[in-house]
């Protein structure tokens, strides 16, 4: 069946723009969760949704991320006023249940010009 | 804070050799602990997934184990072959949390 998909594969921004990063989970699939992947700094947690809640957001840099996901299903994260240093991979998983394995999106190249 | 640490970062193998990669926890109270490799410029896959109750994982050619108390999981991969040329991620579950915690790869490259 399908797997995650993330759109878009690449975005490049100037800084100070707005970006929209969507996932979709596998069908299904209740937990959902994003990370970030720059280089360095390896793989960090974002954020994590039950359903359409969020009961874990500690893993956002500050308050210029944000996250919504609706219908149980498809998610967008939205970074405002970009800056350089939010330049990395940002990757989104599901998971069947919490907890449980989870598979990975291809994931968003982001670049921050 | 949980700390997830893999040695060796990089390991070149001549093909056909069998190999072991390494990573370790700080915090043994894990619900899981999930092994994934990493592809240039791609999504991450899914190789084991073992459970804290568990010991080990087999999946083809490659197996997992998990000693919780000490904090240690291996991932053996017998009879390696270029294409297993890749990142190898450790990520385990935190008891009481949302989240996996990652390690920071070891990059393996198996030469023909």
């Known amino acids: 069946g399908a797997g995650v998909s993330q759109s878009p594969s690449n975005k490049v921004t100037e800084k100070g723009k707005d970006v929209e990063l969507r996932c979709d989970p596998i069908s299904g699939h209740t937990a959902l969760y994003w990370y970030r992947q720059s280089l360095g700094q390896g793989l960090e947690f974002l954020i994590y949704f039950q359903g359409n809640s969020a009961p874990d957001k500690s893993g956002l840099p500050s308050d210029r991320f944000s996250a919504e996901r609706t219908g149980g299903s498809v998610s967008t994260l939205t970074i405002q006023r970009t800056q350089q240093e939010d330049s990395a991979v940002y990757l989104c998983a599901s998971s069947y249940l919490p907890r449980y394995e989870q598979y990975f999106g291809p994931g968003t190249r982001l670049t921050v010009t | 804070k949980q700390e997830v640490t893999q040695i060796p970062a990089a390991l070149s193998v001549p093909e056909g050799e069998n190999l072991v990669l390494n990573c370790s926890f700080t915090d043994s109270a894990i619900y899981n602990l999930q092994w994934f490799r990493q592809d240039p410029g791609k999504g991450l896959t899914s190789l084991l997934l073992?459970?804290?109750?568990?010991r080990e994982q087999t999946s083809g050619r490659l197996n997992a184990s998990l000693d919780k108390s000490s904090g240690r999981s291996t991932l053996y991969i017998a009879a390696s072959q270029p294409g297993d040329s890749a990142t190898y991620l450790c990520?385990?579950?935190?008891?009481?949390?949302?989240?996996?915690?990652f390690g920071k790869g070891t990059k393996l490259t198996v030469n023909p």
């Open positions: 073992i459970q804290s109750s568990q």
């Open positions: 990520a385990v579950f935190q008891g009481g949390s949302e989240k996996l915690v």
